[in-house]
């Protein structure tokens, strides 16, 4: 039986209150969850996973995670009771090691909001098994790509890759609503048109390049998700334009933005 090519995705997680609203992200969450249908598995990235070396979870139950706080309490009754995926664990040590990058294995590590967060929403009923894959914020954005360019082979196995982070965030410049201010509207704006470009090399050195980086990302573990999934789908040559899937904003100027990429069939 053939397995359905997915698409490797990178989708804005938001606040952790994410997963108690109703608006148009996640509207948009539930319905990319539709269209997209159940894969085989998920392989998560998320940006609130950071680790030295990449680090792949091979939890058979994964705990739900609530890594944070002053939230209301309602949040931290939600559990999503996926399984996990030692399976696709094991794959993904095995390419990264065939590409010479370094892999730990977590056997305990659970599944961090900037994981359930956007899978409550994708798959409520957390029937597809999930592992999750680490950052590194000490390591650069081709890291992260080269990552990505090895895990290709999953795309075709009925995989779903979903890198979580966000395309801007400086949580100093969050507010409680209002038009995004000029510099996160740039730099939004930049790394959507670079992206629907294929212009790998300016997205690589998007502190070179765009406009306010450092505004939107003092750090730049909530873009490093994007880099594995921009690998990922761009196959073995070249890089593949990506596609716009949804844009939004919250918290005044934090962008909901996602994209896909590689070609889903």
């Not at 948009?28 to 969850?33: A, E, M, P, V």
């Not at 999503?80 to 090691?97: D, H, I, R």
């Not at 000490?138 to 995989?159: K, M, S």
Request: charged share 20%.
């Amino acid at each position: 039986m053939s397995l359905k090519r997915y698409p490797a995705l990178f989708v804005s997680h938001g606040a952790p209150t994410l997963a108690l609203e109703t608006n148009d992200t996640t509207e948009f969450l539930r319905r990319l969850g539709g269209e997209l249908g159940k894969p085989r598995a998920i392989l998560c990235v998320s940006a609130h996973w950071n680790t030295a070396v990449p680090t792949v979870s091979a939890a058979e139950k994964p705990e739900t995670i609530h890594d944070f706080g002053g939230f209301p309490e309602e949040l931290y009754r939600i559990r999503y009771p996926a399984q996990g995926a030692p399976a696709l664990a094991a794959s993904v040590s095995a390419l990264l090691s065939e590409a010479a990058i370094e892999c730990e294995t977590s056997q305990g590590r659970g599944l961090d909001h900037g994981a359930w967060v956007p899978l409550r929403l994708l798959y409520p009923g957390a029937e597809v098994p999930v592992a999750q894959l680490s950052v590194q914020p000490r390591l650069d954005p081709a890291h992260h790509f080269r990552i990505g360019r090895a895990l290709t082979p999953l795309l075709e196995e009925g995989v779903l890759l979903l890198a979580t982070g966000s395309v801007t965030h400086n949580l100093s410049k969050i507010s409680t609503g209002g038009s995004p201010p000029e510099w996160a509207r740039q730099f939004d704006e930049w790394l959507g048109r670079k992206i629907l470009e294929g212009s790998k090399e300016e997205l690589l050195e998007y502190r070179r390049h765009a406009p306010y980086a450092q505004m939107a990302h003092p750090t730049d573990e909530h873009l490093l998700p994007l880099f594995v999934a921009l690998g990922a789908g761009s196959g073995k040559e070249g890089v593949r334009p990506g596609r716009s899937l949804h844009r939004d904003w919250t918290l005044g100027s934090l962008s909901m933005a996602a994209y896909s990429f590689g070609p889903a069939e």
